[in-house]
């Protein structure tokens, strides 16, 4: 990791296990040396296949931050495709929107949304990232029928999510305070929304301090 990188997730990670949504004040160059890292350390490829989107493709990243997923598939999707970037912070939106406009990004629309809506268009979405987030969202069921209702039929769902190894046993609640959530949990919660649960990736990889992330990929049925 670069020295700006190292800075980067010192401050991210000062309060708290694992990665987190990133305060709106962390200077832009050390998010900037981060994202590099990411790259490689997040498979980012291996995720942009498990979305399964291309030229034209219509993506919602929710829990945003800086952008770092939706930059990065804003190329992919193109210029007759659309990217909504959706964060709770304000002041996150407002960043998020600058960068969109300094790097000239116009498939990607910041959207300010709820912590229990997103604030999606309905049924027209091809697939949803949620990465580092479902750990964190109360309403689950309520929160997952509103994705559902933003998807087309066979759109697609995956979550990216963290958890270290002595927590894979432990209560949910247990695990929730660690800001992690044992993939069993998600696919209970994804089957009974209604989502058929097509792949899991377990582990993908060490994210951020070395703890094991992992996705889980799902689709609307109908």
């Not at 050390?30 to 490689?40: L, Q």
């Not at 219509?58 to 007759?80: E, F, K, M, N, Q």
């Not at 709770?88 to 939106?93: A, F, Q, S, T």
């Not at 929107?97 to 959207?111: G, T």
């Amino acid at each position: 990791m670069t020295a700006a990188g190292l800075l980067f997730s010192t401050l991210f990670l000062a309060t708290a296990s694992i990665a987190q949504p990133v305060p709106a004040g962390v200077a832009t160059a050390a998010i900037r040396a981060d994202e590099r890292d990411r790259d490689a350390r997040e498979k980012l490829a291996e995720i942009i296949e498990a979305l399964a989107i291309g030229n034209g493709s219509v993506v919602a990243d929710i829990g945003a931050g800086y952008g770092y997923y939706a930059v990065r598939l804003s190329p992919v999707v193109g210029t007759s495709g659309r990217i909504y970037a959706e964060e709770i912070d304000r002041p996150l939106v407002e960043k998020l929107r600058r960068r969109v406009a300094n790097e000239n990004l116009k498939n990607i629309k910041p959207v300010l949304g709820k912590p229990d809506d997103p604030g999606l268009p309905g049924s027209s979405l091809d697939a949803i990232l949620l990465a580092d987030v479902y750990h964190e969202v109360e309403s689950r069921s309520g929160f997952l029928r509103r994705i559902m209702t933003s998807l087309k039929p066979g759109g697609r769902l995956v979550i990216v999510e963290y958890l270290k190894p002595e927590l894979r046993s432990q209560p949910r609640e247990r695990q929730q305070k660690e800001h992690n959530i044992a993939p069993e949990y998600v696919e209970q919660d994804l089957k009974e929304a209604g989502f058929a649960v097509i792949r899991r990736r377990d582990p993908l990889g060490p994210g951020y301090d070395g703890i094991p992330m992992y996705y889980i990929v799902a689709s609307r049925a109908h």
